[in-house]
């Protein structure tokens, strides 16, 4: 799963440093904008099949924050 999601990451912002912690902030970290959260949101939707409701795009502020998400609610 952490591999998936780095590469992802690195394929919405090509900017992305080659090495970051998994828990930089997507935001002041890694320089993503609002329109690569949401994008990235629907990468994780489609990949894992998920319907994430708008509420919950708040918890996606790292990459760590991504996967305890997923495990929560893929188990």
């Not at 780095?6 to 902030?25: D, G, H, M, W, Y």
Request: glycine share 2%.
């Amino acid at each position: 799963m952490e591999e998936f999601l780095i590469s992802k990451i690195r394929k919405i912002n090509p900017r992305v440093p080659k090495e970051f912690s998994l828990t930089a902030n997507f935001k002041t970290d890694l320089g993503l904008d609002s329109l690569d959260l949401i994008e990235w949101v629907a990468v994780i939707e489609q990949k894992y099949q998920l319907e994430i409701p708008d509420k919950d795009f708040e918890q996606f502020i790292s990459i760590q924050h991504t996967i305890t998400y997923l495990t929560e609610h893929i188990g």
